[in-house]
């Protein structure tokens, strides 16, 4: 079966300081891989979309940037931190194509800039 | 337009009751609609989803009921339990190639005793 790891679960950074949040799957090959932020109580904004290895959509302007190393494998970074940065990031994958694009995520991690 | 638009924001439903969220949608090339749950703390989970061939689907207490003409569709919890207290989020893509889910903005759920 399928799962997802993504660490660490809680973060406190001061502003300015860089971020890496870390993101891999198992059990699956060639994923569609996503990066999301939750505001508190409030919706999934997609940040990042990735189809494969070194292929990232970026869907909105922001402190941030996503990696895609191995195919299982997505990164969440961040040179300086802002306190706007802070959030609820989740990491999500689907299969590639063709099967209604059901997105898996991952247990999320708690960041809060200070 | 790819927009989602889900209420009410939030919804109090005494224990026992139904919860009905709904949702509609502009695009009409949508055609796969699934319903995520999220509990506090935790990422959201794929509670139930449905295609636009038949219009509900039921799976224990959780029904989707779906409208083609009016391209909306909503969730109902039957027999809501204080378990079921979490935030709902419809979503909706096409099912073909690489496009992204298109989330609603969430439901907040509680069941009172």
């Known amino acids: 079966s399928q799962t997802i790891h993504q660490w660490p679960a809680t973060l406190v950074q001061p502003v300015g300081s860089p971020l890496s949040l870390e993101c891999t799957v198992e059990g699956t090959s060639n994923p569609n891989l996503y990066w999301y932020r939750q505001a508190a109580g409030r919706g999934l904004q997609l940040l990042f979309y990735s189809i494969g290895i070194d292929q990232i959509s970026s869907e909105v302007p922001q402190n941030l940037s996503a990696s895609r190393p191995q195919d299982r494998q997505f990164i969440l970074s961040s040179k300086k931190l802002l306190l706007s940065d802070s959030g609820f990031y989740l990491c999500?994958?689907?299969?590639?194509?063709?099967?209604?694009?059901?997105?898996?995520f991952g247990e999320g991690s708690w960041l809060t800039v200070v | 337009q790819q927009q989602v638009k889900q209420s009410p924001q939030s919804l109090i439903v005494q224990k026992g009751g139904i919860s009905i969220i709904n949702c509609a949608y502009e695009n009409t090339a949508f055609d796969y609609f699934p319903w995520y749950q999220q509990f506090p703390g935790k990422g959201p989970a794929l509670l139930i989803a449905?295609?636009?061939?038949?219009s509900e689907k039921k799976e224990g207490r959780f029904t989707i009921s779906f409208n083609k003409s009016a391209k909306q569709f909503s969730l109902h919890i039957m027999d809501s339990q204080p378990g079921d207290s979490a935030t709902y989020f419809c979503a909706a893509s096409i099912s073909v190639g690489n496009e992204k889910l298109t989330f609603g903005t969430g439901t907040r759920l509680t069941i009172i005793p």
């Open positions: 449905i295609r636009p061939d038949v």
């Open positions: 999500a994958w689907s299969v590639r194509a063709g099967t209604g694009n059901t997105i898996y």
